[in-house]
């Protein structure tokens, strides 16, 4: 696989499961192709309603024949001698599970968690036009936590300024708490490219983090 060149499919998104069928992880299509190349992993492929199993070798030659059928279906990873498409769902065959990572405290995660909405007037926004406000301010001593900040509108962080929300006379949509799995895996299960991650997500307790 050191012929991969860097492109747009290099930056999907892999669903893991344990030998088990069990949804554990969500890695990096490098870190997917990388278990898949050392065979400790294997895909799990959704055709036509059904899943089927591929090991490394014969999803290379499946791509090469869906690349030539079927283009628009997948994202592709080109080497030095063909295409090959980037598994959704891949399964591991020798350990049951990868490390489980804590959800990092991010912006990103915080707009995912609170769904670009501003946490007083209610109201989505883009994020692009959304800020973090810290409830209790920085000034009053507050911390940069899970519980301590939230997405707020330009309108509604002018208004609240530097004081808490009760001296600011606003109330909270809900309280503010650390994610127990990782809030970006809800955005991405509405994309049609991920559906195939559904049945294995709906019914499991579930840990993940993008990379």
Known sequence: MN???LNSGLDCNVLVLNKHYM??????????????WRDLAEVVSLEEGRYSNYDFQSWCEVSR?????????????????????????I?????????????????????ARDKNRCQYCGKRFPTSELSLDH?????????????????A?????????GQT???????????PAKPRHNPLAHIHLGHDRYRSWKQFLDHVYWSVELK
Request: glycine share 4%.
């Open 23 to 36: 949804a554990i992880r969500i890695v990096g299509a490098r870190r997917a192709f990388s278990l898949l």
């Open 165 to 175: 929300p009760k001296q600011a006379n606003m109330k909270l949509i809900k309280l």
């Open 65 to 89: 024949f869906r690349r030539n059928f079927e283009p628009d279906g997948h994202d592709w990873v080109s080497t030095v001698n063909f295409y090959i498409a980037v598994p959704r769902i």
């Open 3 to 5: 012929a991969v060149e």
């Open 135 to 151: 409830i209790i301010p920085r000034s009053l001593g507050g911390k940069a936590t899970w519980e301590n900040i939230v997405c």
């Open 91 to 111: 399964r591991l065959l020798f350990y049951d599970r990868l490390p489980r990572n804590e959800v990092k405290f991010n912006r990103r995660n915080i707009f």
């Open 153 to 161: 509108c330009p309108a509604c962080n002018v208004k609240k300024g």
